[in-house]
């Protein structure tokens, strides 16, 4: 199957802004809860307040790395993802939608190859990973830009982009983080429009623009106070 083949209605691009980390992490939560309210796919591009760690929902906590910088747990998998100078970003994806019905590992491979052709456009020569490489066998506190696996993006045998996604029957959330040591500083503005608009192309959808509301804002500060700013979830493995 082409997704490209159909139209599939309004792909929306949300630029957000440098948030705290389990505030940026209930924002994604609460998006993916929503997805049966929606039909439109929304891709959000946000920032760190302050330097951070995420780490995979089944991951265990380390408390060393604690105690020199916020950790927070992703309620998607995946390994541990160190957030200071990297371009963050979340699919949020209606069960209706291509995306969704091409399966996981589908859909991971388009949104790679729509990340290797943004790339390509910085002259960044990305490609995608076909194999595990080295990460059979590593802990579950492997740092997630160690060994590049499946559909991650490297440049040069080294990871540079790479994913968790989490599905139930109404979307999919996909949380993914691009090391920007190989984009200048000065191009990340343009490389996240370049990206939004080219998700956009993929799904022949017209590009429009998120703005979200306070009850959105107000749920995600109460989601951080009882969940992701709360050692209970951070800590529970």
């Known amino acids: 199957m082409n997704p490209k083949q159909e139209n599939t209605g ?48 089944f991951q265990r906590y380390d408390a060393a790395l604690a105690e020199r910088t916020v950790i927070v747990r992703r309620c998607t998998g995946g390994g541990t993802v160190f957030h200071e100078n990297d371009i963050t970003y979340s699919l949020i994806v209606p069960s209706n939608h291509q995306l969704y019905q091409v399966g996981r590992s589908r859909s991971y491979r388009i949104i ?24 059979i066998g590593k802990p579950e506190t492997s740092r997630c830009f160690d060994s590049p696996v499946m559909n991650d993006v ?6 540079v982009a790479g994913a968790a996604q989490k599905r139930n029957r109404f979307g999919l959330l996909h949380q993914g983080s691009i090391k920007a040591s190989n984009l200048d500083a000065r191009h990340f503005e343009k490389f996240k429009n ?13 590009s429009g623009h998120y703005v979200p509301d306070e009850t959105l804002l107000k749920g995600a500060r109460t989601l951080v106070t009882i969940k992701y700013g709360n050692d209970s979830w951070n800590k529970k493995r």
């Open 194 to 206: 370049d990206l939004a608009d080219k998700f956009a192309d993929r799904f022949n959808s017209t």
């Open 10 to 57: 309004i792909w929306l691009n949300w630029f957000d802004h440098e948030r705290l980390a389990g505030e940026n992490m209930a924002i994604d939560e609460l998006l993916y809860r929503q997805c049966c309210e929606r039909s439109s796919a929304i891709v959000r591009f946000y920032g760190w307040t302050n330097p951070a760690i995420s780490i995979g929902y």
């Open 112 to 135: 790679t190859e729509v990340i290797v052709s943004a790339l390509a456009g910085f002259d960044i020569p990305g490609e995608i990973a076909r194999c595990n490489c080295d990460s």
């Open 154 to 159: 490297v440049v040069a045998g080294r990871k």
